[in-house]
């Protein structure tokens, strides 16, 4: 098979080209994506991104050729919100890599109370950042895969990224995991959450959500009401996104979340601090925090302590910090300017790839 040379204009072209051959083969061929649903884990969707070597041999693709990456969405989100951004930069990381450089899989999970992994058995309380790192390393442990290289956090998957790592580097989910090597975090602030912070849109967004009716009339109800709200129409649609309908014979639809659930999550968020974290972080793992320049998530004295964190003297015997503003980019960063999160994010997933 050819491959295109592309340009970030020509992401969706290269992307839709690999998914036409995928369909007439019986491989893996680059870009596929698979949906996995079992009980008690957590769902998710995988991009399975073939190195070059075989790509080119049509060879199979097993985990241990492969560098894994997990995605972890936002309050709110799925899974499903981060396929695009995740077959962009597997696209971007073939078209990078060397000829000997392994593959990827890029595994975007549903968090509890979120998505796939909504109703399922086993999510109990308390549904709080701990509860959610734990959930994914259940999930590793009961697929058998290798642990992750790659942690990747929006928002507060960012939270649970840091969870996550810092569980892995105390033990807390066993003698044989292994630690990631790097993990990003995008646009979470590490400290305690101050509404004062910023507008207090999300707060405003659960407590509107809590007081409508359930079912909902429809799609199109729900976003003229939170549009006469004084919601957006992008935000009150991307809410809209969020719902199912009840039945294939009305337009009442439900959220595919669990909205008690995610409430509790939230309040988690808000009150988890991870600078302890980051200014003692582990042997041998990097933590890159991605803030994006229009975002209003963070105040100047956030700003000041995470410069003072990543400014620190390297140490060899601890893990790194790395400060990197998105530029032109508001909350949503996959959505705003996923080229330039690419270009921040792709050169250090290379290297890591090929060391």
């Keep these: 098979m050819s491959r295109s040379k592309f340009t970030s204009d020509a992401f969706g072209l290269l992307i839709s080209e690999r998914f036409r051959v995928q369909s007439k083969l019986k491989w893996i061929f680059p870009l596929s994506t698979s949906f996995h649903r079992k009980m008690a884990t957590l769902g998710y969707e995988e991009i399975v991104v073939p190195s070059k070597e ?6 199979a693709f097993n985990d241990s050729d492969s560098c894994r990456a997990i995605i972890l969405h936002g309050l709110m989100g799925s899974g499903r919100n981060w396929r695009h951004f995740s077959q962009q930069l597997g696209a971007s ?5 060397s000829q000997s450089s392994p593959g990827w899989r890029m595994v975007a999970l549903d968090l509890r109370n979120h998505g796939q992994s909504v109703g399922r058995e086993g999510f109990n309380r308390p549904h709080d950042i701990p509860a959610a790192a734990r959930d994914v390393a259940n999930l590793i442990k009961v697929e058998k895969w290798n642990w992750p290289y790659v942690v990747i956090g929006h928002s507060m998957g960012g939270k649970v990224a840091l969870q996550f790592a810092e569980s892995c580097a105390r033990g807390e989910y066993g003698q044989d995991i292994v630690l990631p090597k790097q993990l990003w975090v995008l646009d979470s602030v590490p400290g305690e959450v101050v509404t004062d912070n910023s507008d207090g849109e999300v707060e ?9 009716p359930n079912p ?6 729900f976003v003229e009401h939170m549009m006469n709200l004084g919601f957006s129409k992008t935000l009150s649609d991307w809410l809209a996104s969020n719902l199912k309908r009840v039945s294939t014979s009305s337009e009442e639809v ?7 659930g995610i409430f509790e999550m939230f309040q988690s968020y808000r009150e988890k601090s991870y600078w302890s974290l980051l200014e003692h972080p582990p042997q041998g793992l990097d933590i890159s925090i991605v803030r994006a320049e ?3 998530r963070w105040n100047s004295s956030v700003l000041t302590q995470l410069e003072s964190v ?6 060899v015997d601890t893990g790194r910090v790395f400060y990197h503003v998105l530029k032109n980019a508001g909350h949503w960063v996959h959505i705003d300017n996923p080229k330039g999160l690419i270009d921040i994010m792709a050169p250090s997933l290379i290297r890591l790839s090929s060391s």
């Design 54 to 59: 075989g790509e080119k041999n049509g060879a």
């Design 93 to 97: 990381l073939l078209e990078r890599s």
């Design 204 to 212: 405003k967004v659960l407590s509107t959500l809590k007081t409508l």
């Design 216 to 221: 909902i009339p429809s799609r199109r109800w």
């Design 254 to 260: 439900t959220w595919v979340f669990d909205l008690e």
């Design 294 to 296: 229009k975002s209003d």
């Design 310 to 315: 990543t400014n620190k003297e390297k140490n």
